[in-house]
């Protein structure tokens, strides 16, 4: 099962910021969700809400700010306590320092339309750019915008978020031609899951941050979560598979001195 960091890594470094990557990425972490916000001079920036209040303390609405003056905030507030000043990045920054991440999650909120149309121009001619197509799903609850991204370039892999058991979301994503299933873990089942793999979906869950609903999530068969608490949800993982290694090598010694 792949651990995702949520915004980076929400719980432990400020949201959606390059310091908060870069805590991760030092962990070990090489996928990551993230939201994507156009920006006034037409830059897919790296912020989860519309507006700029709650994480940089300034106010306004996102596509009202250039990525230079975005660039310029603090995206510290209300998030995990961090030493020094982070600042709202474009996706760009964020593959320029990070080339050889594995997969990105970008999902895209809900907005005026006419923004959202330029959005998905400008994340389709990254992904096309820098040959992101088996390293990046767009995923979104907007399902015009799913829409649009496929119309545009059916090789870009797209992923339906959704937390609501109605309508059946199996049912919503196979009729958008979905690649990823992407559910708030609350509402996940092992026969949703299931479902999701024979139409060839794979199922990501969020957020999730607790190790006993991350193992339930993990015997249902998900695919990956998505957590706030990456590093150490990794070194949950690892120790648990180092500890298993351990126990058949040891069981395998047993067995070569009983057979001698």
Known sequence: MIVYGHRGAKGEAPENTL???????RQGIRHFELDLVLSKDGKPMIIHDLTVDRTTGKTGEVHKFTAAELAAMDARRNTAAWPSPACVPSLEDLLDQFPDLEHLQLEVKKDARQRLNILCNRIIEIIQR????????VTSSDTWFLREVRRRDRQVKIGLVTDRKFPRPVNAAARLHCDFLCLGWKICSKSLVEE????????STWTVNRIHDMLCLEEMGVDSII??????????FDNRLQNRLQLA???SREASTSNA
Do not use: I, K, W
């Open 19 to 25: 310091a908060g990557f870069r805590h991760a990425y």
């Open 249 to 251: 090598t040891g069981a």
């Open 227 to 236: 957590t706030d608490f990456p590093t150490s949800t990794r070194m949950f």
């Open 130 to 137: 820098r040959s992101l197509y088996n390293r990046v799903v």
């Open 196 to 203: 999701a793999h024979r139409r060839d979906m794979q199922v």
